[in-house]
């Protein structure tokens, strides 16, 4: 699915992790080496989202997977959302609203009902501003000491690109 964030042309859709890999470690997790796994690429089931420009550059990705969520555990068909990343330069100029739309859109049409993730406290407001409300009070990664917000959102409906 081709958008256009800004002025930004960019194909939206589901993308082999290892194009997204250096945007990952580079964004999220720079303390890394460069021969160091990413936290979730082993899982099973992930899927990878990316918007790639026309040169081939992924300038915003996360990855999904079918997961329960924590705090609603009743709720069937709960996805996690994890990773989203957006290059610089190029955020707050909708890249990674594409970037989570496509991502809801593939895991709706998994039939997925819900999606849920760990967001960094700083992206809290972007994600309530695409529907996902917040659980809990703020909680600190132990491993990284960077504060989160545990955000969910409900999927009703056929996929926007249905």
Request: aromatic letters at 6%.
């Amino acid at each position: 699915m081709v958008h256009e964030p800004g002025e930004l042309s960019v194909q939206v859709g589901v993308v082999d992790e290892t194009q997204t890999r250096a945007l990952r470690r580079a964004v999220l997790r720079p303390h890394l080496g460069p021969d160091e796994p990413l936290p979730g690429d082993d899982l099973p089931g992930v899927v990878h989202i990316g918007a790639v420009d026309e040169n081939g550059t992924v300038l915003g990705t996360c990855f999904v997977y079918a997961d329960p969520c924590p705090w609603l555990p009743d709720v069937p068909n709960a996805w996690h959302l994890r990773q989203m990343a957006t290059a610089d330069g190029h955020r707050r100029h909708g890249v990674g609203a594409v970037v989570l739309a496509a991502a809801a859109d593939y895991v709706r049409g998994a039939g997925a009902s819900l999606l849920w993730c760990n967001a960094r406290e700083t992206a809290g407001a972007f994600y309530a501003g695409h529907g996902f409300l917040v659980h809990g009070e703020v909680f600190t990664d132990a491993q990284h000491l960077i504060p989160h917000l545990r955000m969910w959102r409900e999927l009703p409906g056929r996929p926007a690109s249905s």
